[in-house]
């Protein structure tokens, strides 16, 4: 089965020698991009769609959310925007309602903000437990994130819950939760900050998760300076997630080792933390990702195209950068070859836009600009 999608006005593809192009078209075969080239030369296929001048960017690829999860924090977030600073705290309010919950109600609220990310153009997307922070729990959380991705993410470390003391709960994340949870993850994370875990209660997480066969990412440097960013670095974590707080000798560390630099300006837009600086990760060397970090306490988006628009004004990306890290940048943040991109070979995951140029994503902020979403050749 063919289908070319003809008619496209601009073209986003990511190819070295031309990554985004006018008057062109795509041809996929089955599920994968067999052909890309000028419209004038399109091969025949099965089955035409005309973009009618149309957009046409990679999928979204969101390398960070905490999408399983019950309960509303929303009064939390009002409080915030009247004076109230964030703590990693508030996470306990959503675990107890995320342990009362069961697992269908927990299948139906995920899968349907999982279709709220596929909606706005988002055809890839890791996603995390750590609202359970019981053995059974957390298992729970990622059988559930399991139906929806395979890029799974064990993050039992999200804090230290109620009932334990820190280091009974490390034993416990180190321990027979990894056990437990280890066969239905992909990646493993930990919350680094103050009030979270320390450097060291981190080290021993990540390290217990790859002698499991896990491969460690973080969430380092977002409340202030700290050591969770050359943690990274020293234990090659494919990213370290949030970066709001650098030095230079972690930006130094990021562009030497190739760590990811995973920006989530959902955070900083929800907490009123200052936004990390792109410009200066990008222009050190440092490969970015840009993701929505969807979750009730710091960034309650599933929308990608707000994150753009939040790099490109406030971060100092141009909107052809900040696409680029919200697609290719979240593909190597997952250390994924095949999505991100719409080069021959790339999974068929695509959006067709509502507007001519992908600049309108940041210049239209706010606007529903996804016509069409295909996640592997089919329309999603
Ligand atoms: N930083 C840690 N975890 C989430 C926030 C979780 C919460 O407050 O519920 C984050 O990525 O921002
Ligand atoms: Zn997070």
Redesign the pocket.
């Known amino acids: 089965m063919s289908t070319a999608i003809t008619g496209i006005g601009e073209l986003v593809s990511w190819d070295p020698e031309r990554p985004v192009r006018s008057d062109a078209a795509l041809v996929i075969e089955d599920d994968v991009v067999a052909w890309v080239g000028d419209a004038s030369q399109v091969p025949a296929a099965d089955e035409v769609i005309d973009a009618a001048g149309a957009a046409v960017i990679p999928g979204f690829v969101d390398s960070?959310t905490?999408l399983v999860?019950a309960g509303d924090?929303s009064a939390?977030f009002a409080a915030r925007m009247a004076g109230e600073p964030?703590v990693?705290g508030?996470?306990r309010?959503?675990v107890a309602a995320t342990r009362a919950a069961g697992a269908a109600e927990l299948t139906r609220l995920a899968s349907a903000r999982m279709a709220e990310l596929r909606g706005q153009g988002t055809t890839t997307a890791e996603i995390?437990s750590?609202?359970g922070l019981d053995v059974a729990t957390e298992e729970l959380l990622l059988q559930v994130a399991g139906t929806l991705t395979e890029e799974t993410t064990y993050?039992g470390a999200?804090?230290v819950p109620p009932e334990l003391s820190a280091s009974e709960y490390v034993e416990l994340v180190t321990g027979e939760m990894l056990t437990r949870c280890a066969p239905h993850a992909k990646w493993v994370d930990v919350?680094c900050?103050t009030g979270?875990f320390d450097a060291d209660q981190a080290r021993a997480v990540l390290t217990a998760g790859m002698a499991a066969g896990l491969s460690p990412r973080i969430?380092a440097n977002?409340?202030g300076y700290g050591p969770g960013v050359q943690l990274a670095c020293e234990l090659g974590a494919a990213a370290a997630?949030?970066c709001t707080y650098l030095s230079d000798a972690d930006v130094a560390a990021l562009a030497e080792t190739g760590v990811v630099a995973g920006l989530?300006p959902g955070?900083e837009f929800s907490?009123r933390h200052p936004y990390p600086d792109a410009r200066r990760l990008l222009d050190a060397g440092v490969r970015i990702s840009i993701a929505t970090?969807c979750?009730?306490?710091?960034?309650y988006t599933s929308s990608m195209p707000f994150c753009i628009a939040l790099a490109v004004r406030d971060m100092g990306l141009t909107p052809t950068e900040a696409l680029r890290a919200a697609t290719e940048g979240g593909a190597v943040s997952l250390r994924r070859t095949d999505v991100g991109h719409l080069r021959p070979g790339a999974r068929a995951d695509l959006v067709i836009l509502d507007a001519p140029s992908h600049v309108h994503l940041s210049y239209r902020p706010g606007v529903p600009l996804v016509r069409q979403v295909l996640i592997g050749g089919r329309v999603g």
């Open positions: 960070h905490h999860f924090r939390e964030y990693a508030g996470i309010t959503t995390k750590g609202y993050l999200h804090v919350f900050e979270a969430h977002q409340l997630d949030h989530l955070v907490t970090d979750n009730p306490g710091t960034s």
